[in-house]
């Protein structure tokens, strides 16, 4: 079964930063774009970055530019989100998934389970 897990969640304080870390479960991340997505408390699923399979193509919701930065270290098998100045409404379940192209829509094949942030002092 193809599973992706994401990690690197918890209690951070506004202004803070986290990374996130999103690696697979029987497959190669190689083959595949992926992206980063969360969704808040009461609210639907937003797009947050995705990251191509192999050109180094990136994209970012115009609400994270210049304070996320997505990354994929294909050796380690893993794709990574650095989030910095955290603020309280990006308090949310935060979710890989992988396809075959890089989209901030939600139309990948394979999803993981999600990790929890939470931004608040």
């Known amino acids: 079964q193809l599973q992706l897990v994401e990690s690197g969640g918890g209690l951070v304080q506004p202004g803070g930063s986290l990374r996130l870390s999103c690696a697979p479960s029987g497959f190669t991340l190689d083959d595949y774009a992926i992206g980063w997505f969360r969704q808040a408390p009461g609210k639907e699923s937003e797009g947050v970055s995705c990251i191509g399979r192999s050109d180094g193509f990136t994209l970012y919701a115009d609400s994270v530019k210049g304070r996320f930065t997505i990354s994929r270290d294909n050796a380690k098998n893993t794709v990574y989100l650095q989030r910095n100045s955290l603020k309280p409404e990006e308090t949310a379940v935060y979710y890989c998934?992988?396809?075959?192209?890089?989209?901030?829509?939600?139309?990948?094949?394979?999803w993981g389970q999600g990790t929890h942030v939470t931004v608040s002092s």
């Open positions: 998934a992988a396809g075959r192209v890089c989209s901030l829509n939600a139309d990948y094949v394979h």
